[in-house]
């Protein structure tokens, strides 16, 4: 069976990692994504980021421009701008996170295109919305997504000396991009339900508020500016909380229903009494004798190992689960049973590792492929586009095609 996009062409005039990295999701699905780069390429490609890996493939690029073609071509160039447009000819989707002021030099806006080609989608990543005073303004994953969106606030404890960062390099970059293949995806059943293409835009603010939605609107109905981080040291659940093993390691409960879950918990770990203790009967007498409860199972569980709380867990079926490195999780069997960790060819009889698109169709996982190298499709894709090999060349000649 075929990959749900295959037919759909996608052309791709983006940097850096959010939208980029929609269009390396909907390669994934089976688009043939087309990304134009100026000469000097997407500035991803020579980005370093401190302390990270000792590996020389760049994750970033690869993660984010998956299964892609790389065209070179400058666009600030009349002669680079008719190439667009003869790709564009063809194409169902024009995908770009570049500024509106920028769009509108080069003439790749939205009412340009869109009136040159009706059936085009066209689909953006902004920073904070294509409306409002600040609609044209630039952004980035850590300030717009993680602070003005308020996750770091949300994270951060009263009195800290700074707020919490993102966990790793284009947190809400991926969130944001694969909210935007969502939306492509939305618009491309539209059109060809009724006939209407559109244009479509998801920006970083607007999904770190649908991230986290829960909290926005309690605060807005409620009028307060800020919540209170819950205190780590006193859950209001002691069955819904983490705790520190033998061995150093965490294990975080989330047993909503406590009282289903408390007697049978108590026995498979080795403590009945505590169940029959009438002080932590039932979760109205836990949390009357709150302290006490919770300092029973913070030392129940720093009584054992890691390996022995998995065995003990795996007894009752209350919810729970281990809290897990970025190293441990390729060894994780869901993740190996479903395909979300591939290795792909690099070349060379190598591989390298691959995070899967999250989805996965009739039960399996989509297969990926490498990043381009610089304009390394330039030349394939002109001539299907019909320009001769003199044509090409001239092109080369004038410093429009790299």
């Excluded at 688009?31 to 490609?45: F, N, T």
């Excluded at 790389?70 to 190439?83: C, E, F, I, M």
């Excluded at 009412?111 to 920073?127: D, E, V």
């Excluded at 498979?268 to 029973?296: I, M, Q, W």
Aim: glycine share 10%.
């Amino acid at each position: 069976m075929g990959r749900p996009l295959e037919g759909i062409k996608v052309v791709e005039v983006a940097m850096w990692a959010f939208v980029p990295a929609c269009g390396g999701m909907l390669a994934d699905l089976g688009a043939e994504v087309i990304k134009i780069e100026p000469p000097s390429g997407d500035p991803l490609r020579g980005l370093q980021i401190g302390g990270l890996g000792k590996s020389a493939i760049d994750y970033s690029w690869e993660s984010y421009n998956r299964g892609k073609r790389s065209v070179t071509l400058d666009l600030k160039q009349p002669a680079g701008r008719a190439v667009l447009d003869r790709l564009l000819e063809g194409a169902d989707v024009f995908l770009t996170n570049l500024l509106p002021p920028a769009r509108r030099t080069m003439r790749i806006d939205a009412a340009t295109l869109r009136k040159a080609f009706p059936r085009l989608i066209y689909a953006s990543g902004s920073a904070l919305g294509p409306n409002g005073p600040e609609s044209e303004k630039g952004g980035y994953d850590a300030i717009t997504f993680w602070a003005r969106g308020g996750i770091a606030s949300s994270l951060t404890e009263e009195g800290a000396l700074h707020p919490v960062g993102p966990p790793g390099p284009a947190f809400g970059d991926t969130l944001s991009g694969a909210m935007l293949a969502g939306g492509i995806c939305a618009a491309i059943a539209r059109r060809a339900l009724t006939g209407e293409a559109g244009e479509v835009d998801v920006s970083l603010l607007g999904a770190a508020m649908w991230s986290q939605q829960r909290l926005i609107c309690q605060a807005t109905a409620d009028g307060v500016r800020k919540f209170p981080r819950p205190d780590p040291r006193l859950p209001n659940n002691v069955l819904v909380a983490n705790y520190r093993t033998a061995d150093g390691r965490f294990v975080a409960l989330c047993m909503l229903q406590a009282d289903r879950y408390w007697a049978r918990f108590c026995e498979v770990a080795g403590r009945p009494d505590l169940a029959a203790d009438p002080r932590f009967a039932n979760s109205a007498a836990r949390r009357e004798n709150l302290a006490t409860c919770h300092e029973a199972v913070t030392e129940l569980f720093a009584s054992r190992t890691l390996a022995e709380w998995r065995d003990i867990l795996s007894r009752q079926a209350g919810q729970w689960d281990v809290v897990q490195d970025v190293g441990e999780i390729a060894q994780d069997v869901q993740v190996r049973a479903n395909g979300y960790l591939k290795q792909i060819p690099a070349g060379d009889d190598t591989s390298l590792p691959m995070v899967s698109v999250p989805m996965l169709f009739d039960g399996a996982a989509l297969p990926s492929s490498r990043s381009p190298e610089l304009g390394a499709d330039s030349d394939a894709v002109l001539s299907a586009l019909g320009y001769s090999e003199d044509e090409i060349i001239d092109l080369k000649v004038q410093g429009v095609v790299f």
